[in-house]
């Protein structure tokens, strides 16, 4: 049975093109970039010019992008920076970020009382940003605003200049966590006001292990990983070499491609949507789907019934790969906290299916056939 | 045929063994899953596979599969250490132990704790590179919540005596961690029978690839805690978040296993070509080994070359053999080695010294290629030395006055 991967939020198949070109780096270019002889200065080089090629598609500077292991990390990286570094005393973030955030700031309120608000969410998951003025005016201490550029589980977009605008109106730091975003959108740093955001190459194709944290150049922090002067000082420990070559050539590709793959992925799911609309009674999509939305997410709303309880499940028997959730977290039976936080009815079961440019529509007419057969 | 350059920096990294890389492969294209996705196969295939790759990096070092933590390598497994034990143990004390010889990931960190209100004790070593354990025990106080002092050196290869000074923690009711990155997979590491009860170390030290490592944490008598440092969701039992690095991990497993397997002939083996090096560089006039030589790990000799400037040694034949005058992590900056002026050398001696680091890929003809070009260049710059020149008409070198621009 060919396996149908519909969970390409939680990882991407790594690109043939990608690993051809890591591969060097694992065995014959294997220098420490701080080695100061050939096979270390090769090294240098190639992080150097990853560093350069990822900075020019983001349309930052260099200076300003730090490899890390991942996503998680540069959001633990920022958002600690914000607090021990930039002097901020009160987070605003929402109840639907990625643990990632949400844990750091539960973290850091609890061990160091740091105030905490979540901004008020619209019924469609999108940011009530009335709210999130009156609590950027009702501030007395400098907040930090962390929100995520796309949502993980049902792919609301965030606009991220309107809320970078109300940050700088109200002197405000303003990490976004953009791992479902970069790779997949364009983005134009020098013109975004916005002063951490994070990626993570598995994301679009690329390696696991590596990611990127872009620090705004008119914001200084100090490490979070000590021990060695890695990284312009800024995160200690021998760069994982190929991991970060891969990282920007999977940016590389997806950046050349993204017309094409962006479309092309945008109708899958389209497609997908309509023919549950018209072969699923009940179901509905959870997020905003026909509005601000993440091209490559489609969370569905199916009616609870022991059948839909148990679709997952039916799912995988039938080789079909989707998620009900975060995969970080799909192993508890918590249920998704992004669905609870948006529409708590009881009485409805979410799938999430992601898409990549490696998926057809002839996989989506068998899954469609399928879910109709489980239902 | 030799190919040059010829490698003999294996303490600043190793290359993956091609074992190593072709176990990787599958995972990033095939069974490329996520480990934490629970409800289909390719997450199930992904977390198999990191199961296997635990007990792999487990069995390295006598652990338990549920005592690995992988991380993004030895730097962040240190800190982990340090910061999560300190965070976590604060109502029992804040005095961590160390000496002044270990790797930066230690040292920044503990720098970094001590603006936290930790109190930390560093030990001086001998001339030979090892603590004092009588002072080590006689720092101890109610307040030290745990040692933290290194298996072997990276710079001069030293092997601390970890039992020894395990046993003194132990006495104490002090946690006792090492970083074990040098050691781990060139020489037995065994956490029950050295007393270890944290222990961070990195795969591409030992054949595996960059980018990946672990921190060993005690689960058993007593049960080591330590606060997470990077939150999120809540992977490797909460204690490390972030989507694992499943290739990076598979890779570290099989490096972890080979190593193990090979680990005792490798290590004659190396010796042996060690040996034929240094013995050979001895030879040379004014030369000499730094660090315990009867206590080092086998395939590291570092050694100084006196009335000689270490740039230019390096110069002389770095463009043909790749080594470094001390560790990759500071060898851009133009300090002397700290670990070498700990053991007494001056700043010039410190800067004429040398760290060659073989490997599994060192051959014999490397070596005897290495010991030509080294002689020949130590000869060459002491010809044009007027140092070397006032030390054979038996000036008194020590009454030099050195000038510094």
Same mark, same amino acid.
């Given at each position: 049975m060919k396996k149908i991967y519909f969970d390409n939020a939680a990882t991407t198949a790594l690109d043939s093109n990608v690993l051809d070109v890591m591969l060097p780096y694992m065995t014959e270019k294997f220098g420490n970039p701080s080695s100061i002889y050939s096979y270390g200065r090769e090294s240098r080089l190639a992080i150097e010019t990853a560093r350069k090629s990822v900075a020019k598609i983001l349309n930052a500077h260099p200076g300003e992008i730090f490899f890390t292991s991942g996503g998680t990390e540069s959001s633990n990286t920022a958002i600690a920076a914000a607090i021990?570094?930039?002097?901020?005393r009160h987070i605003i973030s929402s109840e639907i970020e990625h643990h990632a955030t949400l844990h750091s700031v539960e973290h850091l309120h609890s061990r160091d009382n740091i105030r905490l608000s979540n901004v008020n969410l619209l019924s469609n998951g999108h940011v009530d940003m009335e709210h999130l003025r009156e609590l950027l005016a009702g501030s007395k201490e400098r907040c930090l605003v962390t929100l995520m550029h796309a949502n993980n589980e049902i792919g609301n977009l965030l606009d991220m200049h309107a809320v970078g605008n109300l940050c700088k109106e109200f002197d405000a730091i303003f990490h976004s966590d953009t791992v479902q975003t970069v790779g997949h959108y364009p983005f134009d740093l020098r013109n975004t006001p916005v002063h951490f955001i994070n990626g993570s190459a598995h994301k679009f194709h690329g390696p696991k292990g590596v990611g990127i944290l872009y620090i705004n150049e008119n914001v200084k922090i100090t490490p979070f990983i000590h021990g060695g002067s890695q990284e312009r000082n800024m995160r200690a420990g021998t760069e994982n070499v190929y991991g970060i070559v891969g990282f920007a050539k999977a940016l590389e590709m997806a950046t050349a491609h993204y017309e094409e793959h962006s479309a092309y992925i945008n109708d899958l799911r389209m497609y997908m949507a309509e023919q549950l609309q018209q072969h699923i009674p009940g179901i509905g999509f959870n997020g905003d789907l026909h509005g601000r939305s993440l091209y490559t997410v489609l969370n569905v709303s199916f009616p609870k019934t022991e059948k839909s309880e148990m679709l997952l499940f039916n799912l995988d028997i039938n080789g079909i790969c989707a998620s009900g959730g975060s995969a970080c977290t799909s192993g508890a039976d918590a249920g998704s906290h992004v669905i609870r936080a948006i529409n708590s009815d009881p009485n409805r079961i979410a799938v999430r299916f992601s898409f990549s440019k490696d998926n057809t529509k002839e996989e989506i007419d068998t899954v469609v056939a399928k879910l109709k057969e489980l239902i | 045929m030799l190919k040059l350059p010829v490698y003999l920096d294996n303490n600043a990294t190793t290359p993956c063994d091609p074992r190593v890389v072709e176990t990787m492969l599958?995972?990033?294209? @095939?069974?490329?899953?996520?480990?934490?996705?629970?409800?289909?196969a390719f997450g199930w295939a992904a977390e198999a596979a990191v199961d296997l790759a635990r007990e792999q990096v487990a069995a390295l070092i006598g652990a338990d599969p549920k005592e690995i933590i992988f991380t993004s390598g030895a730097t962040e497994a240190d800190n982990l250490a340090l910061k999560g034990v300190f965070e976590m143990y604060i109502d029992k004390g804040n005095h961590i132990i160390t000496t002044e010889i270990e790797h930066k990931a230690i040292l920044d960190t503990c720098k970094h704790l001590e603006k936290q209100g930790a109190e930390i004790t560093y030990l001086k070593v001998n001339s030979e590179g090892l603590p004092d354990l009588k002072e080590l025990e006689a720092a101890i106080t109610p307040k030290t919540i745990m040692v933290a002092i290194m298996?072997?050196?990276?710079?001069?290869?030293v092997i601390n005596p970890i039992k020894e000074i395990s046993a003194i923690a132990k006495r104490h009711g002090v946690l006792m961690m090492s970083d074990i990155t040098q050691a781990a997979g060139k020489i037995p590491v065994d956490v029950d029978r050295d007393g270890i009860d944290l222990a961070a170390f990195s795969a591409h030290k030992l054949y595996g690839p960059k980018g990946i490592g672990a921190l060993y944490v005690r689960r058993k008598s007593p049960r080591v805690k330590v606060t997470a440092q990077l939150d999120g969701g809540g992977h490797e039992r909460g204690m490390r978040s972030g989507t694992l690095n499943v290739p990076g991990i598979v890779g570290f497993g099989k490096a972890c296993e080979i190593s193990l397997g090979e680990m005792e002939e490798e290590g004659k083996r190396l010796a042996v070509l060690r040996d034929k090096l240094e013995n050979a560089l001895l030879q040379l006039e004014e030369s000499a080994v730094n660090g315990f030589r009867a206590q080092r790990l086998p395939h590291v000799s570092n050694i100084s070359f006196r009335y000689i400037e270490g740039e230019a040694l390096l110069m002389g034949f770095n463009k043909n053999i790749a080594v470094s005058s001390g560790s990759a992590c500071t060898?851009?900056?133009? @300090?002397?080695s700290y670990v070498l002026t700990s053991l007494g050398l001056g700043d010039d001696l410190a800067h004429s010294s040398i760290r060659f680091g073989l490997g599994r890929f060192t051959t014999e003809e490397e070596i005897d290629y290495a010991i030509k070009a080294v002689t020949e260049t130590v000869n060459k710059l002491r010809e044009i030395s007027p140092l070397w020149e006032m030390f054979k008409e038996g000036a008194d070198m020590s009454s030099i006055e050195w000038s510094r621009p």
């Open positions: 021990n570094n930039l002097g901020c | 599958p995972f990033f294209t @095939e069974t490329f899953g996520n480990a934490s996705s629970r409800n289909h298996y072997a050196n990276n710079e001069i290869g060898s851009a900056s133009p @300090e002397p």
